[in-house]
């Protein structure tokens, strides 16, 4: 096979790292199915969110006397400029093997990463204390942190990682396990906006709007 | 001192022999009984391992190892320990039944409740699924002609997330009582309302960590299967059995996330005043049923689909014949893959959705039978003008053709919302599905243990033996589940540990005499397995080929070497090996060898399974500091091992072709053995191909048999 050819979809190491692209597929075929399960997951909750948003209200309050759309927006900007970041992170690995380039694309990741994640705890502070609105409060605010939770605790699981990404590309710099890492971590952070976007436009718009 | 920070909610009466000191009875006694066992059972290892100087041993060659074929046996090994377990539970609670027919037997309400939800539970989550993915690890990769599995230490993660579930079972034996909520654990029971105390969080976390590991298993197969396969092996050339394991490892990917949901979602509610499953507050316990149906049907055929390839397996192998139907039985297979996803609904037909919902439902669930009716056909017709020898996996062949259809047909009859109506919770479902699982999963892992042993270890297991445990398990089988049809159709309710009918007491009574047959079944089992090992110079196969097998695994030494292949091999066909055989060029030395790199030990996975397996029981008795320290300590690990950089090492060439042109000499020196002199001490593993019968003449001297 020529190595120019797409082993696997997303960013390939093709034509810069020969021996890093052919040992990618494998590897980066099996972090896709590990999203596939992932995505499994989320899908469930998100039916589970699906259902009780509607069935589990009781006494609680309802979806748009709770959420603030502004909040969400802002959120959803920060992780897509995260994600945008870090194509720029993969970017500088693959043509230039530039590790200050990589090492503070990484750094903005992080911080608009973790500004999301902030901002996102103050939605949750803001929605049990002054609109009363725990997770206990009700079956649906139950599938509402547990959906947006679940997201949250990927985005810092990702977090974690990234640090430990940076620690690896300062120690070892550019070995090809190390740059099959950022790769999967750049799939795992991509995905996360995915789901984001589903929770934005499923639980954010259509619950104000509903 | 506040000793609940340190010890959690554990007191000195959680552990199992208080409630004998303080409320003497024979179900207390039996519950210490069992308890002690479990302690005794734990000590004669520890005392084993230290006289006998195995501790190092353990820990170098087998806990650190990441090699498929170590973690298959550990994953068997799981899962007989764990069978002893369940089926002496079984074996109680027949015996209890049928006790209590005059008075209230010799089990307590609650004590029965534990039996029943521990023998679900541990039947399959610790003794069905660690047995196929024990048998899919160690025979899968063979097949494909590769070196490993894609991630052989996420393989060992998965092994030892599974033991580390199976030894918190095991541990509420002793501390604290378990789940009386059933295998299915149904909320709102299993809440914290109805529910206090440790039980439903030894379910919920034992059964998360298998989860998590069965998740990881199918991914990592699926990739393996995808992406290692020799040179040749397209898709369509690929052994049954690995198209199994290819279709089961997809359901384990798709099907296990809804299952860690639900537990999430249970613990949840139980730990954190959630309000997913109870009964007020928005909380609806239909969205568990989904979600833990939508894994638990496919899990059946999780669980069915690799016994389906082990049955095509033995019945080409012993049929001296190839498999009939091939295509057909691969698309049979997907179709049932897919099919499994479409019905998960029949598990509760009776829980409030309309009619025309629960006639969809059962039409896609008697489906279902197609593609299962055309594996059936497929296997009978292989043996049509085949030479059948009747050796032990063909009985348990013979016999699952028998009873699988048997239990198919009660399965229509159930997908039938009118008569699910009249004999759901009843033994009629219960005598349903044991009828499936039994003669179909546990049978053909029986068959598979008495098909592939001499590959992994080096000796075939004693015939004689293995027959007699055949017709133990067999008649037993029967006997056990069928009187449950009737009892079922007489209305004894499932779960249920009285019912003081007189006339149900006959077939309780046959019952419980198959169950005894089971039992002696097993007991002749474990005899036959420590009788091989005693006779093991008597019926060693080392050549690797007993059985004049078909595919690539027989075509190496047995045990193999930790790389498999000296070379990969190179396929132009199905049954690459007995072509092989069949053309005469099976054994020929290869051109050249290369340096191989296998992957070091490692104490990542023991490390990561010892510490997960605390943070259950952290959680499981409230213990925060350990919970949230092992839950540290977990990732550490992890993360400690993304910093290792020697994490493999290489064979020389020199090594491997000295090891593989002896096995291959004496391959070639060893005369072939024919099928009749099959379950003789001439059989040495090699096997002169029963294709060529007839046409090689007599094969008395090593000369004769050089040409092959």
């Known amino acids: ?210 | 001192m506040n000793w609940e920070l340190i010890f959690g909610q554990i007191k000195w009466t959680s552990f199992v022999f208080a409630g004998m000191i303080e409320n003497p009875s024979l179900s207390e006694a039996i519950a210490s009984g069992a308890g002690s066992i479990a302690v005794l059972g734990a000590l004669a290892t520890v005392i084993l391992l230290t006289v006998k100087g195995w501790w190092v041993p353990l820990w170098r060659d087998w806990l650190t190892s990441v090699d498929h074929k170590k973690v298959g046996i550990m994953y068997i090994a799981i899962a007989l320990v764990m069978f002893a377990r369940a089926v002496i539970e079984a074996a109680l609670m027949r015996a209890q039944q049928l006790a209590a027919t005059e008075g209230a037997g010799f089990l307590s309400a609650d004590h029965f409740g534990q039996l029943f939800s521990t023998h679900g539970t541990i039947m399959i989550f610790f003794v069905a699924m660690p047995f196929i993915t024990g048998l899919m690890n160690y025979v899968m990769p063979l097949q494909i002609g590769a070196r490993d599995v894609s991630f052989p230490l996420l393989n060992a993660i998965s092994l030892m997330l599974t033991m580390a579930g199976a030894i918190l079972i095991m541990v509420s034996l002793v501390v604290g009582q378990f789940s009386t909520g059933g295998w299915s654990a149904y909320p709102p029971f299993t809440g914290i309302e109805f529910s206090p105390g440790e039980g439903v969080d030894y379910w919920i976390w034992a059964v998360s960590l298998g989860s998590i590991g069965s998740t990881l298993t199918g991914l990592n197969f699926a990739v393996t299967i995808y992406k290692k396969r020799c040179p040749g092996m397209s898709l369509f050339r690929m052994p049954l059995f690995t198209w199994t394991t290819l279709c089961t490892s997809i359901l384990m990917i798709f099907a296990m996330a809804p299952l860690t949901a639900a537990t999430i979602m249970l613990a949840l509610d139980r730990y954190a005043g959630f309000h997913f499953f109870t009964n007020g507050d928005g909380g609806n316990m239909m969205n568990y049923a989904n979600l833990f149906w939508l894994f638990g049907h496919p899990e059946v055929y999780i669980l069915i689909l690799p016994a389906f390839g082990v049955w095509s397996e033995v019945v080409a192998t012993f049929s001296a014949k190839r498999i009939y139907g091939y295509t057909s039985l691969v698309y049979a297979t997907m179709c049932i893959a897919v099919l499994s996803f479409a019905v998960w609904l029949h598990h509760f037909f009776t829980m409030g959705q309309s009619a025309n919902v629960n006639a969809i439902f059962g039409i896609a669930t008697m489906i279902i039978g197609v593609p299962t009716g055309v594996k059936v056909y497929d296997w009978l017709l292989t043996m049509v003008g085949g030479r059948i020898r009747f050796s032990t996996p063909m009985l348990y062949h013979i016999n699952f053709l028998l009873t699988f259809i048997l239990g198919g047909m009660t399965g229509v009859l159930l997908a039938n919302p009118g008569v699910d109506f009249q004999v759901h919770n009843t033994l009629f479902l219960v005598a349903h599905f044991h009828n499936m699982i039994i003669p179909g999963v546990l049978f053909g892992m029986f068959a598979a243990v008495q098909f592939w042993f001499p590959k992994v270890f080096g000796f075939r297991l004693h015939e004689g033996l293995g027959r007699a445990s055949f017709w133990c398990f067999a008649p037993g089988f029967l006997l056990a589940f069928f009187p449950l049809y009737w009892l079922g159709m007489m209305g004894a309710t499932r779960r249920t540990y009285m019912w003081s009918n007189p006339d149900y007491v006959p077939w309780l009574a046959l019952a419980m005499l198959g169950a005894g047959l089971i039992l002696a079944g097993f007991a002749l089992m474990v005899t036959q397995i420590v009788v091989s090992v005693r006779q093991r110079a008597q019926l060693a196969a080392p050549l690797g080929d007993p059985w004049d097998g078909r595919a690539l695994e027989w075509s190496i030494p047995s045990p193999p070497p930790s790389w498999n292949f000296a070379v990969l091999p190179q396929v132009s066909s199905q049954d690459p090996f007995y072509e092989a055989k069949k053309a005469g060029i099976a054994y020929r030395s290869p051109a050249a060898y290369e340096d191989i790199e296998v992957p070091r030990n490692t104490a990542t996975a023991p490390l990561i399974g010892l510490f997960a397996c605390a943070w259950a029981f952290g959680l499981v008795w409230h213990i925060w500091w350990l919970a949230i320290v092992s839950f540290v300590l977990i990732w550490a690990v992890v993360i400690a091992r993304s910093f290792a950089t020697d994490t493999e090492e290489t064979i020389p060439a020199a090594t491997v072709k000295a090891l593989n042109e002896a096995f291959l000499a004496a391959a070639r020196a060893t005369p072939g053995v024919t099928r009749d002199r099959e379950m003789t001490s001439d059989n040495k593993g090699r096997a002169h191909p029963e294709a060529l019968e007839g046409r090689a003449g007599t094969l008395a001297s090593g000369t004769a048999v050089e040409a092959l």
């Open chain 1, 1 to 210: 096979m020529s190595l120019s050819e797409r082993l696997h979809p997303g960013l390939n190491l093709a034509g810069t790292d020969p021996e890093g692209h052919e040992a990618a597929e494998e590897t980066l075929f099996g972090f896709w199915i590990f999203l596939m399960s992932d995505l499994v997951l989320f899908a469930v909750l998100f039916a589970t969110y699906a259902a009780m948003s509607v069935q589990g209200i009781a006494e609680g309050p309802r979806p748009a006397e709770v959420f603030d759309l502004t909040a969400a927006f802002v959120e959803t900007l920060l992780l897509l400029f995260s994600s945008f970041a870090f194509g720029l992170a993969m970017l500088e690995m693959k043509y230039r093997e530039n590790r200050r380039g990589v090492l503070v694309w990484l750094l903005i990741t992080g911080v608009l990463g973790a500004a999301f994640v902030g901002m996102e705890l103050h939605d949750y502070y803001v929605m049990i204390t002054e609109h009363a609105a725990p997770p206990q409060a009700s079956g649906f605010l139950s599938a509402y942190y547990l959906l947006t939770g679940t997201h949250a605790l990927h985005v810092s699981s990702g977090l974690v990682w990234m640090v430990i990404m940076a620690v690896q590309v300062a120690v070892f710099g550019f070995s090809t396990p190390v740059k099959l890492r950022l790769m999967r971590l750049a799939l795992f952070w991509h995905m996360l906006d995915v789901v984001w976007i589903g929770i934005f436009t499923f639980v954010y718009l259509y619950g104000v709007a509903s």
